[in-house]
């Protein structure tokens, strides 16, 4: 099978770090084929530019080569439900994948997460996916995206304690890593910490081969059908939603 990781960022460096650990967890027979997006924000700390993100987002869903599954490898799931309208392939983001997976092993999982700004993102997404029972807390470290890629930034030592924490403090037994960019260290943290660390890449790579092993598809009636043909205007008037119940998907089912 073919899995598309799409991170809706346009930082190539970050999809190299996102590639590596879906690559890590991929099963023999999955090709993962990792994207950028063409446009927007150079990382996502915020409602304007996960807003801005999704366009780059679609984009990568529909012009991209055909696939089985598609993974958001943004922790804010940008664009999630709309990008389940325009493809029949499942898609899974990656803050949805990975606290399915704390409330797999552990009674109680916190997420860790950067900007302070970010957190309440994360909060409306633990009650979206109804994770309230499952979630101890939503912890920011204030690292901006970027210097995660910083060699010489502390962020990881950082990202630790805040960790060590949310183990302390919470009595959370898992932890949930809240970025994309933070997937190349859930093995060290781990290690350190002696509890699940979750990277939501990987939750979400091991979900996508699970649904297409199962040759499950997104729903194509009511809220998630191919959106309704209709004239758009002005910058958006390419993104007019055509009449897909006469053109095939490109997407494989
Ligand atoms: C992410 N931003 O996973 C989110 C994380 C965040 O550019 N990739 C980003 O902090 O919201």
Same mark, same amino acid.
């Given at each position: 099978?073919?899995?598309?990781?799409?991170?809706?960022?346009?930082?190539?460096?970050?999809?190299?770090?996102?590639?590596?650990?879906? /690559?890590?967890?991929? %099963?023999?027979?999955? +090709?993962? #084929? $990792?994207?950028?997006?063409?446009?927007?924000?150079?990382?996502? +700390?915020?409602?304007?530019?996960?807003?801005? %993100?999704?366009?780059?987002?679609?984009?990568?869903?529909?012009?991209?080569?055909?696939?089985?599954?598609?993974?958001?490898?943004? =922790?804010?799931?940008?664009?999630?439900?709309? $990008?389940?309208? &325009?493809?029949?392939?499942? &898609?899974?983001?990656?803050?949805?994948?990975?606290?399915?997976?704390?409330? =797999?092993?552990?009674?109680? !999982? %916190? #997420? #860790? *997460? *950067?900007?302070?700004? *970010?957190?309440?993102?994360?909060?409306?997404?633990?009650?979206?996916?109804?994770?309230?029972?499952?979630?101890?807390?939503?912890?920011? *470290?204030?690292?901006? &995206?970027?210097?995660? +890629?910083?060699?010489?930034?502390?962020? /990881?030592?950082?990202?630790?304690?805040?960790?060590?924490?949310?183990?302390? +403090?919470?009595? $959370?037994?898992?932890?949930?890593?809240?970025?994309?960019?933070?997937?190349?260290?859930?093995? !060290?943290?781990?290690?350190?910490?002696?509890?699940?660390?979750?990277?939501?890449?990987?939750?979400? #790579?091991? =979900?996508?081969?699970?649904?297409v092993g199962m040759g499950l598809s997104?729903?194509?009636?009511?809220?998630?059908? =191919?959106?309704?043909?209709?004239? @758009? /205007?002005?910058?958006?008037?390419? @993104?007019?939603?055509?009449? /897909? %119940?006469?053109?095939?998907?490109?997407?494989?089912?």
């Amino acid at each position: 099978m073919r899995i598309r990781v799409i991170n809706p960022n346009t930082t190539q460096s970050m999809t190299e770090t996102i590639a590596a650990a879906a /690559r890590a967890v991929a %099963s023999p027979g999955t +090709e993962i #084929v $990792a994207a950028t997006s063409r446009s927007g924000a150079a990382s996502i +700390e915020g409602h304007y530019d996960e807003a801005m %993100s999704v366009l780059g987002l679609i984009d990568e869903i529909n012009d991209g080569p055909p696939c089985d599954a598609h993974v958001i490898a943004c =922790f804010g799931d940008p664009g999630l439900l709309a $990008a389940r309208e &325009v493809t029949a392939a499942p &898609v899974i983001g990656i803050a949805e994948a990975a606290m399915h997976a704390a409330s =797999f092993v552990a009674t109680g !999982f %916190s #997420v #860790v *997460t *950067t900007l302070e700004r *970010t957190r309440v993102i994360a909060e409306h997404l633990v009650h979206n996916y109804g994770m309230e029972r499952h979630c101890r807390r939503v912890r920011a *470290t204030d690292i901006p &995206v970027l210097e995660l +890629e910083d060699p010489l930034s502390n962020a /990881r030592a950082t990202i630790l304690e805040e960790c060590e924490k949310a183990i302390s +403090e919470d009595k $959370a037994g898992a932890i949930v890593l809240g970025c994309a960019g933070m997937a190349d260290l859930a093995q !060290f943290l781990e290690r350190r910490l002696g509890v699940p660390v979750i990277d939501g890449v990987a939750a979400a #790579v091991k =979900f996508a081969e699970a649904l297409v092993g199962m040759g499950l598809s997104t729903s194509k009636r009511g809220d998630l059908a =191919f959106p309704l043909p209709k004239l @758009y /205007r002005g910058k958006l008037a390419d @993104y007019a939603p055509t009449d /897909r %119940s006469i053109t095939p998907s490109r997407q494989r089912a």
